[in-house]
Every structure is written in C-alpha cells, then in structure tokens.
C-alpha cells in the first residue's frame, strides 16, 4: 500500500491507501473524492484527472508518455511543471508519502 494525500483547493486534504498497481485516480474514485472527474475511465484522453504533484516531491513517478504529454496542454486548469493525468501515476509503494493537489477545475 503506498498513502497519497489529495490537496483540494480549500486546502482540505484527504489521505488514502492505494493499493499498487492501481494507479491515483482510481485511488481517488475508489475514495469518493472530489475534484477527479475521470471522464475516460483512466486512458489518458480528456483530461480529467488532471493534478499537480506536489513541489517538494522527491518520491519516484512513472515517466511521462507523450499521450500524457499531449493531453496535458487541453486541461481546464492551466497546466504547470508539476502537472500530470493521475490516470497515468502507477502507484507503486515506493509512492508512499505522495502528495498531489487537486486543480480548481476539470471541465
């Protein structure tokens, strides 16, 4: 299990265990929280699990593919150098400790 805390706007934050290999957003999903639409179910297409991982992370994250990349210039919130789609974070229990911020919007 890896614990990901998720930092809402509002400064609220929510702490989960997420169990590898799921990956964020289903963390997310599977927690009822707020703030991660996930409109394509987690394929890296609209957008929607948009986050931005914390600055003073120093935990490892999958790379990014191009797909991630690509997608990241259309969502809602501006995208930042922390952004990346939770869809694509494979938690691993190396992430134990992460934390992401949710962005003010998704749509």
Known sequence: MARITYRSQDGTETVVDVRPPDSVMRGAK????????????????????????????????????????????GTADPRRGTSRLSCQLTVSEDMDGLVVHLPKAQL
């Open 30 to 73: 599977l927690n009822n929280i707020a703030g991660i639409v996930a409109q394509c179910g987690g394929s890296a297409q609209c957008g929607t699990c948009h986050v931005f991982v914390d600055e003073a992370n120093t935990l490892p994250l999958p790379p990014m593919h191009e797909v991630e990349d690509d997608v990241l210039y």
